[in-house]
């Protein structure tokens, strides 16, 4: 357990759908981070926050959308996916020192 | 272009044995190295770390060695049990803060252990 918890754990959704994947942590952390693991990919950097603010964007199509509302929750608002989006999609959170990152579990996202 | 290549894609060790992981990485600029086991189902977990002021981290039965000039780490599991089959992955960030969370992964190592 690194107390970075994400839900839903699985997703099922239509290409037509909006959803949204949650991402929270009490650790303090400044920095949040969404990674995408697909099965024919090295995992990748979507999206970097840092004290709520994006400081990275990985050249993400807009069909992701993150929110930072605060430095303890990150969202991943999806609408209009493809099936190719369908994969395991990986919060993660550094404290300010920096000095080693902690997963969250991932939600596993399957769209149809 | 793949900052981090990790081989083999896959391994396949007799229990008692040892799992030897290799990586290279291409810029020099990083210096956080980190490796992740992960389990059917689960996010990746941090096994082991190693910054390059050192050559050799040892915790337990696993322990990252670090050639510098070579820009290769490897990652080396003695005593090789059937609890340690997994996908092995690779990564490599720079500096502390926000930017070491900017991690570049290899592809993974999917690990078996016979018993």
């Not at chain 1, 909006?18 to 990674?35: D, R, T, V």
Request: aromatic share 12%; with cysteine; net charge positive.
């Amino acid at each position: 357990e690194t107390g970075v918890t994400q839900t839903p754990r699985h997703l099922v959704m239509g290409m037509t759908n909006k959803k949204s994947l949650k991402c929270e942590q009490h650790l303090g952390h400044n920095a949040m981070y969404w990674y995408k693991q697909s099965a024919k990919k090295p995992l990748e950097l979507m999206f970097v926050y840092n004290f709520k603010e994006q400081t990275e964007n990985n050249s993400v199509p807009s069909r992701f959308s993150p929110e930072c509302p605060n430095s303890s929750h990150l969202f991943l608002h999806l609408h209009t996916l493809q099936p190719e989006d369908s994969a395991l999609y990986l919060c993660a959170s550094v404290p300010v020192d920096g000095n080693t990152i902690y997963f969250g579990e991932g939600s596993w996202l399957t769209v149809v | 272009q793949q900052q981090v290549k990790q081989s083999p894609q896959s391994l396949i060790v007799q229990k008692g044995g040892i799992s030897i992981i290799n990586c290279a990485y291409e810029n020099t600029a990083f210096d956080y190295f980190p490796w992740y086991q992960q389990f059917p189902g689960k996010g990746p977990a941090l096994l082991i770390a190693i910054r390059p002021d050192v050559s050799e981290k040892k915790e337990g039965r696993f322990t990252i060695s670090f050639n510098k000039s070579a820009k290769q780490f490897s990652l080396h599991i003695m005593d090789s049990q059937p609890g340690d089959s997994a996908t092995y992955f690779c990564a490599a960030s720079m500096g502390r803060g926000s930017t070491l969370g900017r991690l570049y992964f290899g592809r993974g190592t999917q690990l078996t252990v016979w018993p």
